[in-house]
C-alpha cells in the first residue's frame, strides 16, 4: 500500500490553509529558496519575478499566468510568500481581511540563535519540543518572533522568581 | 491559450502602476483581481522582464510632468479583441483611481506596433476579476 504523504500545511495571508505536503520535491525546494531569499529581504520586484516573471519555475514551461496556475498549490505559496516581502518593504499593503502575521514577524533558527544568545541546535531542540512557536519548512524552521522573544524572558523571569525567594 | 492562436495575434503590453497618484501603495488585492480578470477574459497574462518600468508623462489637466513606476503586464490576443481589452483597462483605471492605462499592440510576425494608445475615458468599475 503506498504511503500517504505528511501534510505541511502552509496558512495564507488569508487565513486559508494549502497542504505543501503533496508538492514534489523539487517544487517545495523552490519555495525554501525562497523563503529563504524572502527573510534575506531580497527585493519584493525580483522575487515577484522569480515567481510569475518570463521563465519563471511556477510557471512550469507555460507563457501565461494562467488560472490554473494561479490556482495551483505552489503558486499560491509562492505568492504569499512574496506579498508578505511586499508588505513588509511597503510595496503593496495588505488586505483589510488578511491576517496579521507577516513575515517580519516570522524568523529562521540562525536568527532566533543570535537573538537569544544560544546555538541554533539549542534553538531547533526548542522549537521541536514546542517551547518556541514555529514550522518546518523543508530543511529551515520558520519561528514566530513574538515566541523567540517570550522564550528569552523565561529565564529572565525565573531568574527574577528566584530573587523574590530570597 | 488554444484555437485563437490561430487568428492575427497580437502582443499587448499596458502599464499597470505600482502605486496610486498620491504615492500610495495599492493593497495585494487590487493587483489580483487585475490578473483573475485577465485569466479569465484573455486565458493568461505575463509580466515582461524588465518590471517595473519607471516612466514620466505630462498631466494633460496640470500641464505637469509626473513620475512612477509600472508593472509591464503582456498577453497575447486576437487582433479583434483589442476593443475589449480597452475597455478592460478602462475598467482598471477607473478602479485604480488612474487617469488611464497606457497599452501598445505589437503584431510579432510582421514585426511591428499595430497600435499604441491610451484607451478610453475610465469606465465604471466591474469585480468581474474580484473573486
Not at chain 1, 113 to 119: D, H, K
Not at chain 2, 96 to 107: C, E, F, L, P, T
Request: proline residues 4%.
Amino acid at each position: 500500500m503506498a504511503k500517504e504523504k505528511e501534510k505541511k500545511l502552509y496558512r495564507l495571508l488569508s487565513g486559508k490553509e494549502i497542504d505543501l505536503g503533496a508538492l514534489p520535491k523539487k517544487d517545495l525546494e523552490f519555495l525554501v529558496d525562497l523563503f529563504n531569499r524572502a527573510m534575506n529581504d531580497e527585493d519584493y520586484f525580483d522575487l515577484q519575478r522569480l515567481i510569475c516573471g518570463k521563465g519563471a519555475y511556477p510557471l512550469k514551461g507555460s507563457p501565461h499566468v494562467t488560472r490554473e496556475i494561479h490556482e495551483s498549490i505552489l503558486y499560491q505559496a509562492a505568492e504569499d510568500i512574496v506579498d508578505r516581502v511586499g508588505i513588509r518593504q511597503g510595496v503593496i499593503l495588505p488586505n483589510e481581511d488578511d491576517e496579521k502575521v507577516s513575515i517580519e514577524e516570522i524568523v529562521s533558527a540562525a536568527d532566533a540563535a543570535n537573538l537569544l544568545g544560544i546555538s541554533r541546535a539549542a534553538v531547533i531542540k526548542a522549537a521541536q519540543n514546542g517551547r518556541i512557536k514555529g514550522r518546518k519548512v523543508g530543511r529551515s524552521w520558520a519561528l514566530l518572533l513574538s515566541s523567540v522573544k517570550s522564550y528569552r524572558v523565561a529565564p529572565h523571569r525565573v531568574a527574577a522568581g528566584r530573587a523574590a525567594h530570597r | 491559450m488554444g484555437e485563437k492562436q490561430n487568428s492575427s495575434l497580437l502582443a499587448c503590453q499596458f502599464l499597470i502602476p505600482t502605486r496610486d497618484r498620491e504615492g500610495k501603495a495599492y493593497s495585494r488585492g487590487v493587483f489580483k483581481a487585475i490578473q483573475r480578470g485577465l485569466e479569465d477574459r484573455f486565458d493568461g497574462w505575463s509580466l515582461v522582464s524588465n518590471n517595473p518600468a519607471p516612466g514620466a508623462w505630462r498631466a494633460p489637466d496640470t500641464g505637469e510632468v509626473e513620475y512612477d513606476e509600472s508593472w509591464r503586464y503582456e498577453i497575447g490576443i486576437p487582433r479583434e479583441r483589442i476593443g475589449e481589452l480597452d475597455e478592460y483597462l478602462a475598467e482598471i483605471a477607473h478602479m485604480m483611481g488612474q487617469k488611464a492605462i497606457w497599452r501598445v499592440a505589437y503584431d510579432k510576425a510582421e514585426g511591428k506596433v499595430v497600435s499604441a494608445r491610451k484607451p478610453k475615458k475610465p469606465g465604471k468599475i466591474t469585480k468581474s476579476g474580484d473573486k
